[in-house]
């Protein structure tokens, strides 16, 4: 067993540091308040390649790997959640492309994608209906001639104001439950798409997430994505690799909310000396640490299963479930270390925590991960 970095995933690592620390960090505080989407930024991180990792360079992409792809996110993560989001659902919608795309379909939104012409990926599955429980979409796609006609209504997108392609799942045969879904390749600007309410959120306010919805919406049929009657399948296949992103990013912000603890606790005086000094504090902080070491440790494992091409269905589900409810804790603890500080603007803490608290929501929460693994030890 190796646990050491190849020589390539250090550079990926190394450089994506430096990125985050440079250019990302400093706007977290700012975006957070202002709930600006960072177009700017996302488009320089595409810019460095950042976007389509996961996509081998032949077809496209920047062909990363899975492992290094991880260690990206985990930097940008630690600088910024909202970043680190949008990053992950782009990077998982251009390796759908990749996997169940057609030659013409790779060859026309792969490069976009890379480039940051599409500047986003959308993943459009959830619906008022249907959260947990995806196969109980409701969306259609009606056959007409060379085209598909969708209609419905898609909530908690993410960055689907500033998207330029949306992965889309609907009904194609109303009657054949989770197998009459497709999945669509659908164009921002098409006639019939449009951008609903956009939600106010409790943290990772600088993510976009709004509602989309679907009116007689024209789409040509050659951006049917796999096969007709595929589409969950195809849409779940994507989000095992979505909740390695997830959990990759949860570790980057407990390691941003440890950090900040650990110097904040040298710093602050209390009874006549700094309070890491004090057991209490050195406990949270121990506990952090190995909390924080263990959530990355099983999400590098399920990145390498991943990159070597095994399953990790499972890996993927236990990473997720571990290292965001770790997030949790560790962010959570954080705060308290900050006492009174941690609960006001001054000190990142409160944010870190507000951030952390979706993370065991989307991509799938924490108890379909359960059931997802209880699943799988019991087949
Ligand atoms: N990859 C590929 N195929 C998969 C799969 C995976 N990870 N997991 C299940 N499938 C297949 C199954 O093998 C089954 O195929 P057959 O029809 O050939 O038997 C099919 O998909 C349906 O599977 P299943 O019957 O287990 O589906 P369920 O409706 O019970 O749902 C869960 C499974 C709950 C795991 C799924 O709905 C889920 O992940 N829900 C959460 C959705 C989510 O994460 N939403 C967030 C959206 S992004 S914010």
Partial sequence: MDFELSEDQKLVQEMVR????????????????TERFPEKTLKDMAGLGLMSMLVPSEAGGT??????????????????????TATSVTNMVCEGIYRFGTPAQRQIYIPRITSGECL????????????????????TAE??????????????????SHAGVFMVAAKTDREAGKRGISVFLVEAGTPGLRVGRKEEKLGQRGSDTVEILFEECHVPAANLLGNEGDGFKIMLANLDGGRVG?????CGLARAAF??????????????????????????LADMATQLDAATLLTLRAAHRKELGRPYTQEASMAKLF????CQRVCREALQIHGGYGYVREYPAERFLRDSVALTLYEGTSEIQRLVIARNLLT
Avoid at 63 to 84: F, T
Avoid at 120 to 139: I, K, N, Q, V, W
Avoid at 246 to 250: K, Y
Avoid at 323 to 326: D, L, M, V
Wanted: hydrophobic letters at 40%; proline letters at 2%.
């Fill in 246 to 250: 997830i959990a990759s990013s949860s």
């Fill in 18 to 33: 430096r990125f985050s620390e440079k250019e990302i960090a400093h706007l977290a505080d700012e975006i957070d308040r």
């Fill in 143 to 160: 056959r007409e001639g060379e085209e598909y006609v969708l209609n419905g209504t898609k909530v908690f997108i993410t960055s689907g």
């Fill in 63 to 84: 062909g990363m790997g899975a492992v290094a792809y991880s260690l990206a996110l985990m930097e940008i993560g630690k600088a910024c959640m909202s970043h680190a």
């Fill in 120 to 139: 986003a990926g959308a993943f459009a599955l959830t619906e008022p209906g249907a959260g947990s429980d995806a196969g109980s979409l409701r969306a």
């Fill in 259 to 284: 950090e900040s603890a650990r110097s904040y606790s040298k710093d602050r005086r209390q009874f006549g000396r700094p309070i890491c000094e004090f057991q209490a504090i050195q406990w949270k």
């Fill in 323 to 326: 290292a965001t409810e770790a």
